[in-house]
């Protein structure tokens, strides 16, 4: 099994079956920050039958470089849910809270390593976003999917690592991995005593823009998307 995404598909997959009598076969795919299983579901034929499932990722590969192939390539039919990326740390770990990771990575420049899915994956986006508002630097460590990135955070391979939230459910639960913040604005109802990442930062959901670019995009949320994909572009090569 991989990550958030090939979990969901199996849970939907399985009750749309089990309402229509259709038969799927999963396949899960991992691999840079789902670039291969995007480029491997455009490359066959459009005949309604090879469905993709993908994160936010495919939305941002041509403005990270990564792939020509995005979602502007397919005919995307249903937006399924939101689910929050959380920071995940071993409950041995000597960080309490997200604050200390910030701390001890701006006093000490890439000595703290965070396990990511590569370029464009959630792991990699939340490093270059807190990179460019808090100053901290970290030392990535590749893996093929969320849940991957957090077992390597059990198994003690790296200090720290971002994925969502599904993707350590049991985990958590059990205590062997803990969660020390949720980039999200508000708190989980499941995880009640977890704080939000902006209860330490508010700054990472305060961006402000000038009158003229307000006026371009009234969604501020839009534009804080469209300012971000600028941004690793153009300083995270």
């Excluded at 849970?11 to 899960?28: C, E, L, M, Q, R």
């Excluded at 995005?70 to 409950?91: E, M, S």
């Excluded at 901290?136 to 957090?150: D, H, I, L, N, V």
Aim: one cysteine or more.
């Amino acid at each position: 099994k991989g990550g958030a995404t090939d979990i969901l598909n199996r849970g939907i997959s399985d009750i749309v079956a089990k309402n229509t009598g259709w038969k799927f076969n999963i396949k899960n795919v991992p691999g840079d920050a789902g670039v291969i299983g995007t480029k491997q579901v455009y490359d066959l034929p459009a005949d309604g039958h090879t469905l993709l499932m993908a994160a936010e990722n495919p939305s941002t590969y041509d403005a990270l470089g990564i792939s020509d192939v995005t979602f502007k390539d397919f005919n995307c039919v249903h937006l399924i849910g939101y689910i929050a990326p959380v920071v995940v740390v071993n409950p041995a770990s000597r960080f309490n809270t997200f604050k200390d990771i910030i701390d001890e990575a701006k006093a000490n420049p890439g000595s703290i390593t965070i396990a990511d899915t590569g370029k464009g994956g959630i792991g990699w986006t939340a490093s270059a976003f807190i990179n460019e508002i808090t100053g901290a630097r970290f030392q990535p460590m590749t893996y093929e999917s969320g849940t991957a990135t957090k077992n390597a955070v059990i198994n003690g391979e790296c200090d720290f690592a971002v994925c969502l939230i599904s993707e350590g459910l049991d985990d958590f639960k059990s205590g062997k991995a803990k969660m020390v913040s949720i980039i999200a604005l508000d708190k989980d109802k499941d995880f009640p005593d977890v704080p939000t990442i902006v209860e330490e930062y508010p700054e990472l959901y305060s961006l402000k823009f000038d009158e003229e670019k307000e006026k371009l995009l009234k969604n501020k949320i839009i534009y804080k998307i469209l300012y971000f994909i600028y941004l690793f572009k153009n300083k995270y090569k």
